[in-house]
């Protein structure tokens, strides 16, 4: 698995996930200067931790690439116990 950090910002307005099962992408050639666009058949997903694409790989099993946030990235070190230390109920652990 490739683990890339990128930035997203969502406002109260925005949607907290998006999801599609068709990825849409342009490229412009360095040498031509021409675009190209391409739908291909990968999953989408998004929220405010991280993008997930998955598709199948030449032998049919599944592929993923996943692009963490920033904030993303702090949550999976709180889950593995590598995070800043912090009591979440302000004192009242037990």
């Known amino acids: 698995m490739i683990i890339m950090v990128w930035k997203v910002v969502f406002t109260m307005e925005e949607q907290f996930e998006i999801s599609a099962t068709m990825v849409t992408v342009e490229v ?4 031509t ?6 739908e291909l058949p990968i999953d989408y ?13 030449m032998d049919g099993s599944v592929s993923q690439l996943v692009f963490y946030t920033p904030r993303g990235v702090e949550r ?4 593995t116990g590598k995070g800043f230390d912090h009591d979440p109920c302000g004192g009242h652990s037990h």
């Open 28 to 31: 412009k050639d360095a040498y």
């Open 33 to 38: 200067g021409k675009i190209y666009r391409r």
């Open 45 to 57: 997903y998004e929220n405010a931790n991280f993008l997930k694409l998955s598709g199948e790989n």
């Open 76 to 79: 999976v070190k709180d889950l």
